[in-house]
Every structure is written in C-alpha cells, then in structure tokens.
C-alpha cells in the first residue's frame, strides 16, 4: 500500500513539474503565428490594408477561432468601424487572445491584440528598437499600468506589474500590443488611448525611456 502511494505521489509531481516547465519555457508567443514583422501583423498593416483584404486574411487564418469573428459598425472615437475576433496560439494553447482591427476610410487603421500575448518588452525592442515614452500610473491598489509608446513605428504597448514598487526589466511581460498607424498618434494621444487604467487624463505625464529599472525612480511623478 505504501508503495502504491510512493507512485501516486510520484506521478502527480511529474505531471505537476511537466505542466509547469510547458507552461514556462513553451511560453506561446503572438509573434510566433504572425507571416510579418512588427509593425505588420498576419499580413495586416495599417494605413496600406483595406476592410475586404483584412477580413479575408482574417478568416482564411487557422489561428482565428471563426465563430468569434464579428463586424462591428458602430463609431468609436475616430475609428469608423471595427472586426473583433479571438486567436489561439501556434500549438493551440488554451489560452485566447481577444482581437479588434479598427478602420478609417476602409483601411486599417489600428490592430488591438490582448491577454497572455507571451511576449517581453526586449523581444519588442528587439524587433523595432527602444521606445520613446513611458508612462505609469498607480491609480489601483498594488498594480502599475504602464504604458510604452513607440509613435514613429506606431506601437503602443501595456503591462500590468503586479506590485506598486515593481520594475520594468527585460522579462517584463506585455498583455496589450496595439500597432497604429503614426499619423493618427496625437488624435489618440488626446484621446487617452495610450493611458490605460489612468482615472485622470487631464494628470497624464510621458517620461523619455531611460531604460530598465525601478517604476517609481525612472517614471516620476505618476498619476497617483
């Protein structure tokens, strides 16, 4: 009997150690279903992709879960219409990425990509170099919103740090990508696009990137 426990209790710390090695050092990655480079995604661009190419590439794609794909024709600020659709990863993780492109005059405009994206602020800037603008905000218990704007290629990136006196490094993980085309970058920077969970827009502050390090020392004064 004490045998038969000794191997039950050895397989589920196999099956627990083998879950948590998949689910860390096989990190799904948006990158990784994506046939082009930041600021391209799956063949989609903004400023140059029309709304029946995008729609196209959208349901002939094997990462798009198709029953999620929606048309949505209501104006939401300059954006005249939108399609919001679900993706999974390459090796059908279960995780789902939520999806909307946005469009104006019929062209993409802005292609919003967020959850466990699986990806890291150096594996973007890696891709299209340092940003230009941090912006950070303390406006909820124990978590920093920050936000990392890239305005000449167009990308607007957000991670949510889980600790109020927290870092940004390497490591540090993105849960929103959006790519946008740069002429629209000061309509959505008056918008308060690239502010999220900022309660106060009049109180937002974009700092020069400096690089890695302490939140509070880098990115100060805050919206606290």
Known sequence: MKNLLRIIFAIAVITVCIYLCLNSVFRPSIFEISNCELPCWEGLTTGATDFIEAKSIITENPHVIQRSLTEINTKYLFY???????????????????????????????IHLGGELGITLQEVIDK?????????????????????LFPEVGVHLVSIV??????????????????????????????????????????????????????????WPPNK
């Open 80 to 110: 005249e219409n939108r399609l919001r659709f679900t993706v999974f990863d390459k090796w059908g993780y279960k995780t789902e990425i939520s999806t909307e492109i946005y469009f104006v005059d019929n062209i993409v405009s802005k």
């Open 128 to 148: 299209i170099g340092p940003p230009d603008y941090v912006f950070a905000d303390w406006g909820r218990p124990g978590k920093v919103y920050v936000n990392i």
């Open 162 to 219: 889980e600790d109020e006196f927290g870092v940004l490094s390497k490591e540090t993980l993105i849960q929103t990508l959006d790519i946008f085309d740069p002429q629209d970058y000061d309509k959505l920077l008056s918008s308060g696009e690239f502010h999220a969970g900022v309660y106060d827009p009049e109180a937002m502050i974009n700092h020069q990137w400096v690089g890695y390090g302490v939140i509070e020392d880098n990115y």
